[in-house]
């Protein structure tokens, strides 16, 4: 028997990898969910504070040093 551990290593070339990839990502794309709180990301992505899954406004960080 010959032993052929010299083909397994690696990733392989450039040109086979990409489309291995690509097929990966299409099937997993079928089972993608949406995440929870998905309304919020533009909030997130703009530095909205949010402790303890509550909007923080200035008016209520405010309020808290103050108190």
């Not at 032993?3 to 990966?24: D, E, I, N, Q």
């Not at 993608?32 to 008016?59: D, M, Y």
């Amino acid at each position: 028997m010959r032993l052929r551990t010299v083909r397994t290593k690696g990733c392989g070339s450039r040109s086979a990898t990409l489309p291995m990839v690509f097929k990966l990502a299409q099937h997993a794309q079928k089972h993608w969910r949406k995440l929870n709180g998905h309304v919020l990301l533009p909030k997130v992505l703009r530095a909205v504070r949010f402790e303890g899954g509550i909007e923080q406004t200035q008016s209520t960080t405010n309020q808290e040093t103050a108190a």
